[in-house]
């Protein structure tokens, strides 16, 4: 017996994300203009408050590199600011700024209408798929 790529969960699992994360990242690239990486470090700096590139980086799932060139893009436009890192002086944190925060606002509820879209397409197997991913990020897969 071969093997069966389209079979294989870590491949469909890898198929299904990259699609779902690229028709959001339409809606938000068409409302903010926004990269995949940028998205990312705005909503975990909406959720977190202040923190090191470091931080992100380990939260969101993204190499270093991309999230440092992410954040000085969202710098240049005036949506993060760079300040002081509570519990390290040596590391620089980074923070929403009055017009991230804002941007913000309007891509959350663009995120809250695309989740209420997805949880209707998948119908009653959007909590069984809910409870799978959470097991299966509990378990640090």
Not at 73 to 102: F, M, N, W, Y
Request: aromatic fraction near 4%.
């Amino acid at each position: 017996m071969s093997f069966d790529l389209e079979g294989f969960l870590p491949y469909r699992l890898s198929v299904a994300a990259t699609l779902v994360s690229r028709r959001f990242a339409a809606l938000y690239g068409a409302e903010a203009g926004l990269t995949i990486p940028e998205w990312r470090v705005l909503a975990h700096l909406n959720r977190s408050g202040a923190v090191s590139v470091r931080d992100i980086n380990v939260r969101v799932n993204l190499d270093k590199s991309i999230v440092s060139r992410a954040a000085s893009r969202l710098q240049q436009a005036g949506l993060v600011r760079k300040a002081g890192h509570s519990g390290d002086r040596r590391l620089i944190a980074l923070e929403l700024t009055p017009k991230g925060q804002e941007l913000m606002g309007r891509l959350g509820r663009i995120a809250d209408a695309f989740q209420a879209e997805l949880l209707a397409e998948l119908g009653p197997d959007a909590a069984g798929l809910d409870r799978a991913l959470d097991r299966l990020i509990a378990r640090g897969v």
